[in-house]
């Protein structure tokens, strides 16, 4: 667990808002927290022209590209150009890449070893002030690579200037942004298994309890509680592997791939690549700069869960509705009306509803970005880590809540029990039941469809026709159909693999119970 608190903490050092991330006092979280409420617009600082005029500008830094410049460049581009803001997430992941990359160049003898252990003591210190709160981010220095490299030259002096050698910005920031989406990746998983684990155990819970399936938002045919949670179980599960199937792919070092073209520096990428659990570098070093494939699928396996939790929501927000009284979510995650006293809201999973689309976005914001692009590298491709940042934060939060809300709802099973004869769930078993008496299916279905007829007519259930009467609409009818009517029978009577019978339902649930390692009665 201590990598996915080093993940959250990484992530709590920025926070949404309407311009970029705020920065966050850096303290170590298991959870995501928020940004505390703006209580006061700032106030505006008014000065006369002889004020500005008198006032000593604040010499700026010396750019570590600045070499061919004979201008600074004006404050307007520099905030507009900043990334620190939101990049500095990716501290760690640089701070480690660097250390790989050192340790490379000493090997290779690009640097000496002396240098190296400087260089390693150097950015263990900064990573230390990072956490501990005493690192100055400055805008001035762009990112959060410049940051660390311009800091490691204030601490350690000329051994820093070596370390960015065969070494460009562009593989540098990829390589840190791979290494964060592992990361990310690894934390959504063990969010998604949490949530399983919590949808099974509900369902250990409600063993026998029967509700109405619904398809087209109109009652089909009856089927297990069970059954109906172990369907998000299931697609949880996809979820997961899609996931895992992104870190398979993303697994792979662009380190050493320079701006574009490589180098002629005798460098070992095969090194850094295992030195930072890589599978192997990437082969091409155009696209290995260029190349944002790995952002567009981590964002499109998170869209593709935030719609399934939306679904999940979406279900238990009807079914928390008077109208359904399926369910009833306690205090605990519920909120009230400031105008309606009476009000009991399942707001949580009303947010996962429709926080969906933020993540949604996010996805078409990358795609967006990426479809006109010339090869290798763009700046405009620094604006591919606010929506995956975005997109990471607000799926571990809708994950947290769907578990939270999973862990404090009750079904009203003598609600649910009163409304099952509605809707004539049982009309498909009996087509069946046609079926076993060697009436094809197609008849068998207008037959049944006639006995519905005759039920909505009289206003009763298929099980309360007498024998008589559903003779009257076939002779094939005896007395053994009433094992088929009903919804306790018709449950009993599924039998296929996957179905809801009892038999089947029962092995389903054993199976999850073991893969998530559920001990019954805890």
């Known amino acids: 667990m201590e990598s996915l608190a080093v993940f959250n903490y990484s992530l709590s050092l920025c926070s949404p808002s309407d311009d970029h991330f705020i920065p966050k006092h850096p303290r170590p979280s298991p959870t995501t927290s928020f940004p505390a409420p703006r209580t006061a617009m700032p106030k505006l600082e008014v000065r006369c022209a002889a004020q500005a005029q008198s006032a000593e500008p604040k010499p700026k830094e010396s750019k570590l590209w600045g070499g061919r410049f004979e201008e600074s460049i004006t404050d307007a581009v520099e905030r507009f150009t900043e990334s620190i803001s939101y990049d500095k997430a990716l501290y760690k992941q640089d701070i480690l890449g660097s250390k790989a990359h050192a340790s490379m160049l000493a090997k290779q003898g690009l640097i000496t070893i002396p240098d190296r252990d400087s260089i390693h003591q150097g950015l263990s210190e900064i990573e230390r002030r990072i956490e501990n709160g005493e690192f100055e981010w400055r805008t001035d220095r762009e990112d959060v690579h410049m940051n660390i490299e311009a800091a490691l030259t204030d601490l350690i002096g000329e051994p820093a200037k070596k370390l960015h050698t065969a070494r460009s910005r562009n593989d540098q920031v990829l390589t ?63 979820d997961a592997g899609r996931l895992l199937d992104c870190r398979v792919r993303l697994n792979f070092c662009p380190l050493g791939a320079c701006a574009l073209a490589g180098t002629g520096l005798p460098i070992d990428r095969f090194m850094t690549s295992a030195a930072l659990d890589f599978t192997a570098p990437m082969k091409n070093s155009i696209d290995a700069v260029s190349d944002r494939d790995f952002v567009m699928e981590f964002l499109s396996a998170n869209a593709i869960t935030a719609i399934h939790l939306s679904r999940l929501g979406e279900e238990w927000v009807l079914w928390a509705s008077e109208e359904f009284g399926f369910l009833t979510p306690s205090d605990k995650v519920s909120t009230g009306s400031s105008i309606m006293p009476q009000k009991k809201n399942p707001d949580p999973m009303e947010l996962v509803r429709g926080k969906s689309a933020r993540i949604v976005g996010d996805l078409v914001t990358l795609l967006t970005l990426c479809k006109g692009l010339p090869l290798a590298y763009n700046r405009d491709l620094q604006e591919d880590k606010e929506p995956v940042f975005d997109s990471v934060k607000t799926i571990l939060g809708m994950l947290e809540v769907s578990a939270e ?68 609409i076939h002779p094939v009818f005896d007395k053994d159909v009433y094992e088929f009517l009903g919804v306790e029978n018709s449950v009993k009577k599924f039998s296929s693999y996957g179905s809801t019978g009892s038999a089947c339902v029962a092995s389903q649930l054993g199976d999850w119970v073991t ?6 009665g805890v």
Request: one cysteine or more.
């Open 176 to 238: 840190d942004f791979r290494l964060w989406c592992r990361d990310a990746i690894d934390a959504i998983g063990a969010k998604i298994k949490h949530l399983q684990v919590s949808l099974v155990k509900l369902a250990m819970e409600n063993e026998g309890v029967i509700v109405p399936g619904y398809t087209h938002l109109q009652r089909a045919q009856p089927v297990l509680l069970q059954h109906l949670l172990l369907a998000f179980v299931e697609q949880l599960e996809r």
């Open 515 to 520: 893969k998530l390692e559920i001990t019954k």
């Open 405 to 472: 809300f999973a862990q404090n709802i009750t079904f009203n099973r003598e609600r649910i029990q009163k409304s099952l004869p509605a809707g004539h769930l049982d009309a498909t078993t009996l087509a069946d039941y046609l079926v076993k008496k060697a009436i094809p299916f197609r008849t068998s279905h207008d037959i049944v469809g006639r006995a519905v007829a005759v039920c909505v007519s009289n206003s009763c259930q298929l099980q309360d026709l007498s024998l008589d009467e559903l003779r009257s």
